[in-house]
């Protein structure tokens, strides 16, 4: 599982959510954020000092998230990938042989 740290403050968060939930953007100007305390947002810390959501909260995320998944099943999420054979083309250099 990848940790995230904060550049800000260097708190670690199990999960790219948590993270974002204790930092919130200033200005908008690029760079400027604000950390909160974790616990204040009602994250909670586990034994390796990392932050991460409480398990209820957890729990209930997962299991809405398979509800949604459910209500929305037959739709599939795949990338157009176009003008991949223009970057391939590389030099078909001739070889010097036929002299
Ligand atoms: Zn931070």
Known sequence: MAACTCAACLREFTSVSAFDLHQTAGDGSFG??????????????????????????????SLERMRAGRSQSGISVTPEVSGASGAVSGPQAATGQGT
């Open 32 to 61: 400027s954020v604000t950390c909160h305390d974790p616990a204040a947002r009602g994250l909670v810390r586990n034994e390796r000092g990392r932050w991460h959501f409480p398990v209820d909260a957890a729990a209930r995320l």
